[in-house]
């Protein structure tokens, strides 16, 4: 009994001083209503079927006349989460009486330190876009969704986002991690520019549309030099769950990674 009582303090240890696990989603839930009422309930039992620990969510409203019926979506979500659990909502834009944005969720496991959102100006774009980032006490997880109409105003978002992550970096010290719907095939220039600076942990898995996909625009990054890692276990798109059918919970599929982090 004891010797099994020393391994359990051991392992806690290692978990605070040195490597640790992190199991990370990027899913564009396309406002909960893409193809149902409301999927909100769907997708948080569907995190929870993967252990997920942060989670960044692409096209969120909140508080909404137009759709939704006023109702925060991401605090909605948070909720159907449980206790402990921690979301920030990063407004790209107004909408119908609300906002509308992006938003980085972080479980229990995690101490969250501060919280902001990196504006991402339009440009010649669809519309203004911004990453939802959180600071833990263990690292920095940011969300982003970047404009799908016109590549150079990709570019500059994913430029300007970089950026401001690296800032966070070298003021934190801590891993830098980053997802989202990235609107940007993996021959692009704007993937040419992020694998300069990031390294593209998620396999490139077709992610959209969630019916017969056939591109790959969702990733998982880790910022270059910010930490050591490994994935570990299965990685990429999710299309199957035991309850849940992410082929009409979203027009996206979700994309799951698991690392193992050392600091």
Known sequence: ????????????????????????????????????????????????????????????????????????????????????????????????????????????????????????????????????????????????HLDFADEPSRLRQAEILTAELLESRNKTGKPVILCGDLNAAPDSRTLDFLREWWDVVSPYDLSFPSVSPRACIDYIMVLKGSCEYRVVGRAGVRSKFKFGDPKTASDHLPVVVKLRLHQ
């Open 1 to 144: 009994m004891k010797k099994v009582f020393l391994l359990i303090t051991l392992f806690s240890l290692l978990e605070i001083w040195g490597s640790y696990n992190v199991t990370i989603v990027s899913y564009n839930v396309g406002v909960f209503n893409k193809y149902v009422p409301n999927s909100c309930a769907e997708v948080a039992e569907m995190m929870q079927e993967v252990r997920a620990d942060v989670i960044g969510l692409c096209e969120l409203d909140s508080c909404s006349i137009v759709r939704n019926d006023r109702r925060d979506q991401l605090k909605e979500f948070v909720g159907e989460m449980g206790d402990g659990w921690f979301g920030h909502f990063g407004r790209a834009m107004g909408f119908g009486g609300g906002g509308y944005g992006v938003g980085a969720v972080t479980s229990p496991r995690f101490k969250v330190v501060d919280h902001y959102t990196i504006a991402l100006p339009k440009g010649n774009g669809s519309e203004p876009r911004a990453a939802a980032v959180v600071e833990t006490d263990r690292f920095v997880f940011a969300c982003a």
